[in-house]
């Protein structure tokens, strides 16, 4: 599927978050949004996913007008990995994956063996399958994050959202959760915290500052120095990573 966000605005109390943001997501693209903490990257994903309701501006994926469309309808299409899930009560892994066939259920519909081969394949690609009669809350971070995308990847989605999920793992189940979206080979929105990450993964960037989009492209085009230092007040080189063969960099304050 395509995204095409057009004119998005935001305004949380009397705050514009977001101004008039506009992005664009080509079938089988994985787009990056970069930009410091409070830039507006989390409050524009939540405008598209109707968390929070932009005041202004227009979501269509592919023909669906997503604003205007029910959540049960979006989330056949769309699936969210966000940065926070914690749970006050505990269900097996098994459990929550499941969870991702609800929004292709009617009421009180019985699970299928159809579902459960889909459950099963979400926890194979997910590498879960040793834990899926372990109880969610006894996972780590890291293995909750894998549980939550194993979820999403059981709804079947043609569209992803990415909300920071990555933000407080390790650099192994970044690499993990990254790696696995990408071999789903669907349209991906990312908020990235991590350059490299985004130089690696990512086929096209949007820059946020101050909400609105600061500069766009490839990333060899959107993370320069000038750039990186006009977004975060660092400054830094790039180079080449001679491990990925990607940009890499170093920081100073």
Known sequence: ?????????????????????????????????????????????????KSIMPHQGTVLLDDMNVLKTTQKKISQHLGVVSQF??????????????????????????DKQEDLDIVEEALRRTNLLDYKD??????????????????TIAQQPRFMILDEPTN??????????ISCVKELQIGVLAALHDLEMA????????????????????PEEV?????????????????????????GFAYTI
């Open 199 to 218: 130089a690696h993964y990512c086929d096209y960037l949007y820059a946020i500052k101050e909400g609105e989009v600061y500069a766009q492209g490839t």
């Open 168 to 177: 407080h793992l390790d650099i192994r189940y970044q690499i993990e959760i």
């Open 1 to 49: 599927m395509e995204l095409v966000v057009k004119e998005v605005a935001t305004r949380i109390g009397k705050k514009d978050i977001v101004k008039n943001i506009s992005v664009h997501v080509k079938k089988r693209q994985f787009v990056g949004l970069i930009g410091p903490n409070g830039c507006g990257k989390s409050t524009l994903l939540k405008s598209i996913y």
């Open 85 to 110: 899930n914690e749970m006050n009560f505990d269900l097996t892994v098994h459990q929550m994956v499941l969870l991702g066939r609800t929004p292709h259920k009617k009421l009180l519909e019985s």
């Open 223 to 247: 993370l320069t120095p000038e750039t990186i230092e006009a977004l975060y007040q660092i400054k830094c080189q790039t180079y080449i990573n001679p491990v990925t063969h990607g940009l």
């Open 134 to 151: 372990r109880g969610y809350l006894s996972l780590s971070g890291g293995e909750k994050q894998r549980v939550i995308l194993a979820r």
